[in-house]
T-cell receptor, first 116, second 114 residues
Framework: DSGVTQTPKHLITATGQRVTLRCSPR?????VYWYQQSLDQGLQFLIQ???????AKGNILERFSAQQFPDLHSELNLSSLELGDSALYFC???????????????FGPGTRLTVL | AQSVTQPDIHITVSEGASLELRCNYS??????LFWYVQSPGQGLQLLLK??????LVQGIKGFEAEFKRSQSSFNLRKPSVHWSDAAEYFC????????????FGGGTRLMVKP
């Protein structure tokens, strides 16, 4: 158990819909990262938040957005869903903003999104 | 931009045999290097990491990896594989800058024969 929790575990929805995925980081971690794992794209970094502020963006679609709240939990919002958005979405957390010997990312169990 | 290549998509080894999973990275400086394992239906678990210093790093579950700068490689090894090691293994590169995202390789699926 990494200490990172994600809800829900599974989500099934229809095209065009909007969903929200939730992540609670490890106690004390200030950075939260979102990754998408799909069969065709592999594991891709989406976005990073640090202490409530967006700090880095990867291959995140404009239909997707995220935020980190004062209690440090984060939500990933996916809208106008398409079949191709079906994937496993991981949240990870680390203590600090930038890399370093102690700043390892610990991953949650993921949320499996199925778009029908 | 940095990239990570795991040349072997699938590897099958017999239980008790040795294992080496290959990982090559492309980056202008020495990156931070990681190996993660993903068991079926599970999240990613960190096996080991390299930041600096001794190029041979030890991890959990009996795994080790060796950083070779000249070959831009960070191969994962285990002297004797157990059936429970069957999983997907991911090599990743991290950068020491603002925006500490990881770039992952495509993964290697390990199957273990009895």
């Amino acid at each position: 158990d990494s200490g990172v929790t994600q809800t829900p575990k599974h989500l099934i929805t229809a095209t065009g819909q909007r969903v929200t995925l939730r992540c609670s980081p490890r106690s004390g971690d200030l950075s939260v990262y979102w990754y998408q794992q799909s069969l065709d794209q592999g594991l891709q970094f989406l976005i990073q938040y640090y202490n409530g502020e967006e700090r880095a963006k990867g291959n995140i679609l404009e239909r997707f957005s995220a935020q980190q709240f004062p209690d440090l939990h984060s939500e990933l919002n996916l809208s106008s869903l398409e079949l191709g958005d079906s994937a496993l979405y991981f949240c990870a957390s680390s203590p600090r903003l930038a890399g370093g010997p102690t700043d390892t990312q610990y991953f949650g169990p993921g949320t499996r999104l199925t778009v029908l | 931009a940095q990239s990570v290549t795991q040349p072997d998509i699938h590897i099958t080894v017999s239980e008790g045999a040795s294992l080496e999973l290959r990982c090559n990275y492309s980056y202008g400086a020495t990156p931070y290097l990681f190996w993660y394992v993903q068991s079926p239906g599970q999240g990613l678990q960190l096996l080991l990491k390299y930041f600096s210093g001794d190029t041979l790093v030890q991890g959990i579950k009996g795994f080790e990896a060796e950083f070779k700068r000249s070959q831009s490689s960070f191969n994962l090894r285990k002297p004797s594989v157990h059936w429970s090691d069957a999983a997907e293994y991911f090599c990743a590169v991290g950068l020491n800058n603002a925006g500490n995202m990881l770039t992952f390789g495509g993964g290697t699926r390990l199957m273990v024969k009895p």
